[in-house]
Nanobody, 121 residues
Framework: QVQLVESGGGLVQPGGSLRVSCVAS????????MGWYRQAPGKQRELVAR???????NYADSVKGRFTVSRDTAKKTLHLQMDSLKLEDTAVYYC???????????????WGQGTRVTVSS
C-alpha cells in the first residue's frame, strides 16, 4: 500500500534553514506530481510547493523565493529546502501526490505522519 514517511523537522531560529524529506513507497512517486503541504496550529492544511514529473516547480506566494522543492526519482524521495524561515512557517509538513481536479489541486488520500517544523527565537 501507499506509504509516505516524512523526516527532518525540528526547531530553528527565524532566518535559519532546514531541509525536510519524504520517502514514498507503494507504487507512487515516479510519474506523479508531488507536493509539500503544511498545517499550522488552528489552520487548514495548505499546499506550499509542488513539482511535476518533469521537475518543473510551483510555489505558494508565502514561500516563493525561500523554499525549494526537489525530487530524487531513483530514491523515490521528495525534499523541501527551507531558507529564511519565518515564525509563520511553523507547521507540520506533509508530502503527498497532487492531483489536478476541476476544483483545483487536491492531495491523495493517504497521508504520512508529517514532520514538525518550529520556527522560534
Amino acid at each position: 500500500q501507499v506509504q509516505l514517511v516524512e523526516s527532518g523537522g525540528g526547531l530553528v531560529q527565524p532566518g535559519g534553514s532546514l531541509r525536510v524529506s519524504c520517502v514514498a513507497s507503494g507504487g507512487i512517486f515516479t510519474g506523479y506530481r508531488m507536493g509539500w503541504y503544511r498545517q499550522a496550529p488552528g489552520k487548514q492544511r495548505e499546499l506550499v510547493a509542488r513539482i511535476e514529473p518533469s521537475g518543473s516547480t510551483n510555489y505558494a506566494d508565502s514561500v516563493k523565493g525561500r523554499f525549494t522543492v526537489s525530487r530524487d526519482t531513483a530514491k523515490k524521495t521528495l525534499h523541501l529546502q527551507m531558507d529564511s524561515l519565518k515564525l509563520e512557517d511553523t507547521a507540520v509538513y506533509y508530502c503527498n501526490i497532487v492531483v489536478l481536479k476541476t476544483t483545483g489541486y487536491s492531495p491523495g488520500d493517504t497521508w504520512g505522519q508529517g514532520t514538525r517544523v518550529t520556527v522560534s527565537s
